[in-house]
Nanobody
Framework: QVQLVESGGGLVQAGGSLRLSCVAS????????MGWYRQAPGQHRELVAT???????NYAGSVKGRFTISRDNAKKTVYLQMNSLKPEDTAVYYC???????????????WGQGTQVTVSS
């Protein structure tokens, strides 16, 4: 059973930084795209950043230049370094990975449990 576990959320002041981590475990053959989404109460989940297996990155315009996504394939981990945080960054952040199962070979998308990021003004 594949599981993603997130950590690193918390409360910071505007202008501060946080680093989110997401570790995958289970029967994993390979991991393709890794990414981060976020969702504020009453809002749709929105894309924050993605990173391919070849380390090509993509960012939402609202975070470009402030956030950095990276991955450690040996640790099956995706990170999101968040700098110059703003109150509008406040949301629950979810990691996601496209994973090929060791048994089925089918690619499935998995989600972490979410971690709260709160930026105070």
């Amino acid at each position: 059973q594949v599981q993603l576990v997130e950590s690193g959320g918390g409360l910071v002041q505007a202008g501060g930084s946080l680093r989110l981590s997401c570790v995958a475990s289970g029967s994993i053959f390979s991991i393709n795209v890794m990414g981060w989404y976020r969702q504020a109460p009453g809002q749709h989940r929105e894309l924050v950043a993605t990173i391919t297996s070849g380390s090509t990155t993509n960012y939402a315009g609202s975070v470009k230049g402030r956030f950095t996504i990276s991955r450690d394939n040996a640790k099956k981990t995706v990170y999101l370094q968040m700098n110059s945080l703003k109150p509008e960054d406040t949301a629950v952040y979810y990691c996601t990975m496209t994973i090929r199962d060791s048994y089925s070979y089918a690619a499935n998308n998995y989600w972490g449990q979410g971690t709260q990021v709160t930026v105070s003004s």
